[in-house]
């Protein structure tokens, strides 16, 4: 073997050992990574679920690439869990020096939520916990496993409730009956909601008074609003009979129902038109 071949050998070895020490000192440095849920948003809302995106934000400090990271998460209401979700490890790695968003959806279904947790049916909202566990492989560490923690507050969405409060006279004649008729409309959320349109009909003793519409407005969080609409019934249009039902001394049943389309300022929830119907005897 020549000089030069024994020289070129022994240049290749001395390399390929220092690469070696340097690999090896950059294991003897190995860090723990660091792991937390950076965000959680309302992905989707509806009466019967939500779902929950969760973004669980994890950090490689080493210099080496970090292979198989595993992530379980758990969704706890009221102090049980309801729900579990699981990213395998096997579609997950960690770049050296780098950092990884991992987005792992929770759907909760709220009729598996009433049958756990009582007591929470008619509420607007309830506070939650996410817990989890990153779980991975660092050389000279081992098996590490990073706990996380989220807590919040989810909002479970209810109907808006249109009522019949009362009916008073303002003008009664032998031709004519001027009333107003009082409509509560309330919001019964932790969010605003926005009333676009309300048609409503109105009607007694199988008669159909008045069909109509209200003007769009908003609803604040909890907020309830009386609304008086002037109806004025002719006897001619009604009947003598009606008029003189509405204006005799017994209760009448009277029947307000209709269909409104509503659009929350929670942009997760995107309800279709809903209908509502209210009844209430009243005396004039």
């Given at each position: ?5 024994r020289?070129l ?11 070696g ?9 190995a ?11 309302v ?21 080496i690439?970090l292979?198989g990271?595993?992530?379980?998460l758990d ?10 979700v699981a990213?395998?490890?096997?579609s997950?790695?960690?770049p050296a ?5 991992i ?5 909760l ?7 756990t ?17 990153i ?29 019949l ?20 409309i309330?919001?019964?959320?932790a ?11 109105l009607?007694?003793?199988g008669?159909?008074l ?9 609803l604040?969080?909890?907020?309830r609003k009386?609304?008086?609409v002037?109806?004025?019934l ?14 005799g001394?017994?209760?009448v049943?009277y ?28 005396s004039?």
């Amino acid at each position: 073997m020549s000089k030069q071949i024994r020289s070129l050998l022994l240049f290749t070895c001395m390399v390929w050992l220092l690469s070696g020490c340097s690999n090896l000192q950059n294991m003897a440095k190995a860090q723990k990574p660091q792991a937390q849920i950076s965000s959680v948003t309302v992905s989707q809302l509806s009466l019967t679920e939500v779902t929950l995106l969760a973004k669980v934000t994890v950090k490689n400090p080493n210099p080496i690439k970090l292979p198989g990271v595993g992530l379980t998460l758990d969704l706890n209401i009221g102090g049980k869990k309801i729900v579990t979700v699981a990213q395998p490890d096997s579609s997950i790695s960690l770049p050296a020096k780098g950092r990884r968003d991992i987005t792992l959806p929770v759907t909760l279904k709220f009729t598996d939520l009433y049958k756990t947790v009582s007591g929470i049916k008619d509420t607007s909202s309830v506070a939650y916990e996410i817990t989890g566990r990153i779980n991975m492989k660092v050389p000279l560490l081992g098996d590490v496993s990073l706990p996380l923690s989220h807590k919040d507050t989810l909002p479970i969405p209810q109907l808006p409730d249109v009522s019949l409060q009362k009916i008073s006279v303002q003008e009664a004649s032998f031709t004519c009956l001027r009333l107003t008729v009082d409509i509560a409309i309330s919001n019964p959320n932790a969010f605003a909601l926005n009333i676009n349109t309300l048609n409503y009909q109105l009607s007694a003793a199988g008669k159909t008074l008045t069909s109509s519409s209200i003007k769009p407005l908003k609803l604040n969080t909890g907020e309830r609003k009386m609304l008086s609409v002037p109806l004025s019934l002719s006897l001619s249009e009604a009947g003598s009979s009606v008029l003189r039902l509405l204006t005799g001394k017994a209760a009448v049943t009277y029947t307000l129902n209709g269909e409104m389309g509503i659009a929350p300022d929670l942009k997760a929830w995107k309800p279709k038109p809903l209908t509502f119907k209210s009844e209430k005897s009243l005396s004039l």
